[in-house]
Antibody, heavy 121, light 108 residues
């Protein structure tokens, strides 16, 4: 059974940093792309970033480009989202999701439970 | 960038009603469209992929149609557990990989 466990959220001041993690199990991790999607309070879903199965290809939304970095460690079955220079508007629940194929874009059959990031002074 | 426009943004319906939600892409995306259902406090759940393929375990009252720029999600007979927010998502191009703005289905 596929499980995605996202963690690392919390309260951070504007300009601060956080690193989110998503630990995967139940499938051959290195064969699938992975994605981060966020949802601000009361708002819709926003795609944030995706990474290919081998980590060689990465993609970012314009709203986070240059501030966020997606990476993966296939030996640990974990994908990360390093978030720097955080802004108030980055406040959201962040979900990791498993792509249906090696190279994004794909669709997302499995999702983590979400981790809340709050950026506030 | 491919923009996705969903309509309506919300609707009120009764149990047993037939409900239709539409999603329009700003350019031809073939059948590269997925639909998700989300309930409060929960992650999204995949309903359909490639416009009309029902995901495992999803009830057959859910169906999808369309190709190119215009897509439809239909719930043939609304059940109490179907009250939720529904999103479309294009899987044609990246970046960005866009979602529609969502359609909230609530009880009339």
């Amino acid at each position: 059974e596929v499980h995605l466990l996202d963690s690392g959220g919390g309260l951070v001041q504007p300009g601060g940093s956080l690193r989110l993690s998503c630990a995967a199990s139940g499938f051959t991790f290195s064969v699938y792309g992975m994605t981060w999607v966020r949802q601000a309070p009361g708002k819709g879903l926003e795609w944030v970033s995706s990474i290919s199965g081998d980590g060689d290809s990465t993609y970012y939304a314009d709203s986070v480009k240059g501030r966020f970095t997606i990476s993966r460690d296939n030996s640990k079955n974990t994908v990360y989202l390093q978030m720097n220079n955080l802004r108030v508007e980055d406040t959201a629940v962040y979900y990791c999701a498993k792509d249906n194929k090696w190279e994004p874009p794909g669709y997302f059959e499995y999702w983590g439970q979400g981790t809340l990031v709050t950026v506030s002074s | 960038d491919v923009q996705m426009t969903q309509s309506p943004s919300s609707l009120s319906a009764s149990v047993g009603d037939r409900v239709t939600i539409t999603c329009r892409a700003s350019q031809d995306i073939g059948k590269s469209l997925a639909w998700y259902q989300q309930k409060p406090g929960k992650p999204p759940k995949l309903l359909l992929s490639v416009a009309s393929r029902l995901n495992t375990g999803v009830p057959s009252r859910f169906s999808g149609s369309g190709s190119g720029t215009d897509f439809t999600l239909t719930i043939s007979s609304l059940q109490p557990e179907d009250f939720a927010t529904y999103y479309c998502q294009q899987q044609y191009s990246i970046p960005p990989q866009t979602f529609g703005q969502g359609t909230k289905v609530d009880i009339k």
